[in-house]
């Protein structure tokens, strides 16, 4: 005769595999935005700004990989 064993459920929690994250850095935190450079809400950024004669202009919640804290 068999004997019964109850499974063991996993929780939800238990079932979702795990993710690897990284920091979001916005640009309104970004060492690289230049505030001093406006244009309405948005400021350059001093990354993609190769030179002077055509700034790349991006918003407060913009994010990029190249961000670095203030």
Not at 34 to 52: P, V
């Amino acid at each position: 005769m068999r004997t019964y064993k109850p499974r063991k459920h996993r929780s939800k929690e238990e079932q979702v595999p795990s993710v690897d994250t990284v920091a979001v850095i916005r640009c309104k935190n970004c060492d690289l935005w230049n505030t001093w450079d406006k244009q309405g809400e948005l400021c350059s950024c001093a990354h993609f700004t190769l030179d002077d004669s055509s700034p790349a202009y991006t918003k407060p919640d913009d994010f990029c990989s190249y961000a670095e804290q203030r």
